[in-house]
């Protein structure tokens, strides 16, 4: 599996050395990702818009030979891996460059017995651990424009460890959804970036950082060019975000949080959802030449 051997072991995590960028370091400011707990708080950005996530990777997974080797990259506290072994998949590794959300993972899999069925590595994905051609399947969920100048570079590490005809499902931000709720929230000239730079902010605690969008011409093109055939492409609403962020700032109003406002709330966004809509991600099904 690994290239290299792991430089220690933080409880059933290998540990290896991590190449750094200013994303990696707002991580570890905010002490990682913690999607998966997130998800079960009401009206959070996860409690909203998860599901989608996860209705849309069900799709591409759910007949795929259970023993296929799977990576879930940048896995954060485990949102998608917990979903990996739902659909019944037994070799998992979990990789993310944050160890606060990888000790959460180990413990969750703790408490479900699952301990055998994931394997849990922290690195980087500027320079994965792995040998080349070992994964059938890799999700790479919001995770790789954070590399920003280095997403060219951090995809093609991907994909060295994909097999060839391997599926890899991975998500970027789009470039007409961020100039939306750019324009909404940040102001002309945020949103005049968006659309001439391929520029948008995204907040870790109360600090911005400015990353990279995509247009659809661009990726398909960065796609071409490191050999993975594009097989389909699924939107994720921008919707949720733009409610999380207006009742964040204080400018939607009418919210009580009561049980039948949230089933409404729900029943919009599935509906939203399903008319693949104005997109603030996009999940891109691609397989390996």
Not at 59 to 81: H, I
Request: proline residues 2%.
């Amino acid at each position: 599996m690994f290239k290299k051997n792991p430089s220690k072991l933080i409880g059933n995590i290998n540990v290896f050395s991590i190449i750094s960028n200013k994303s990696i370091e707002s991580h570890k400011k905010v002490k990682g990702s913690k999607i998966n707990i997130l998800e079960k708080v009401p009206f959070s950005l996860p409690f909203w818009e998860t599901q989608y996530y996860k209705k849309k990777i069900k799709r591409y997974l759910k007949s795929y030979n259970k023993q296929s080797t799977v990576l879930d990259a940048g896995c954060g506290d485990g949102r998608f891996t917990l979903l990996l072994l739902e659909l019944g998949f037994k070799n998992i590794i979990a990789f993310d460059s944050n160890i606060e959300s990888l000790l959460i993972l180990e413990n969750n899999l703790k408490k479900m017995g699952k301990t055998k069925n994931v394997t849990l590595v922290c690195g980087s994905v500027l320079d994965m651990p792995f040998v080349k051609n070992y994964f059938d399947i890799i999700l790479c969920i919001g995770v790789l424009y954070y590399l920003d100048k280095n997403y060219e570079k951090a995809l093609r590490q991907v994909i060295k460890s994909l097999k060839f005809r391997g599926l890899l499902l991975e998500t970027e931000p789009d470039k007409e959804g961020n100039a939306l709720k750019a324009l909404i929230f940040d102001g002309i000239k945020q949103f005049l970036n968006v659309v001439k730079h391929n520029r948008f902010i995204e907040y870790f605690g109360s600090k911005p950082l400015e990353l990279r969008c995509f247009d659809d011409a661009e990726l398909k093109k960065i796609f071409v060019n490191c050999n993975l055939n594009i097989i389909a492409k699924e939107t994720i609403s921008i919707f949720p975000s733009l409610l999380t962020i207006g009742r964040k700032k204080k400018i939607i109003h009418g919210i009580n949080k009561s049980g039948l406002q949230i089933k409404q709330i729900r029943k919009s966004f599935d509906y939203l959802s399903n008319n693949n809509g104005i997109a603030k991600h996009n999940l891109w099904i691609l397989k390996k030449k």
